[in-house]
């Protein structure tokens, strides 16, 4: 039985071997503002991401689970929880409801203030 080679695509002008590189090198990472990278470099993570953690473990919830009752994905909110994304308004206030604290811990400032 033969094994499939590597898939991979061209980069620059030539086609050879060493002009290539692996379609996996290739994904894209999720983004993270300048506000984060900010927050991250100084703190650690996030505050919101630590609250959203903090208080699902403490309900003893696991992720699936709270994605599921405010009804995003369990991957939305492993990028919360890792300090990559921030929650919409609308998310954050189903978490904080479902967690039971006020969703004002989750917003930044000026969101809060609405």
């Keep these: 039985m033969k094994r499939a080679a590597k898939q991979t695509a061209p980069v620059g002008k030539g086609y050879g071997a060493e002009n290539t590189t692996r379609l996996s090198d290739m994904r894209v990472q999720p983004t993270i503002g300048a506000f984060e990278k900010e927050e991250q470099y100084l703190y650690g993570k996030p505050q919101y991401a630590q609250i ?3 208080q699902r473990k403490l ?3 696991t992720k699936t689970e709270l994605a599921a009752s405010v009804r995003i994905s369990s991957r939305t909110l492993e990028y919360y929880e890792a300090g990559h994304r921030r929650p919409k308004r609308a998310n954050a206030v189903n978490i ?3 967690l039971g604290i006020s969703a004002d811990d989750l917003l930044p400032a000026k969101t ?3």
Aim: net charge positive; glycine share 8%.
């Design 52 to 54: 959203i953690r903090t």
């Design 59 to 61: 309900k003893g919830m």
């Design 96 to 98: 904080a409801n479902e």
């Design 112 to 114: 809060a203030a609405k």
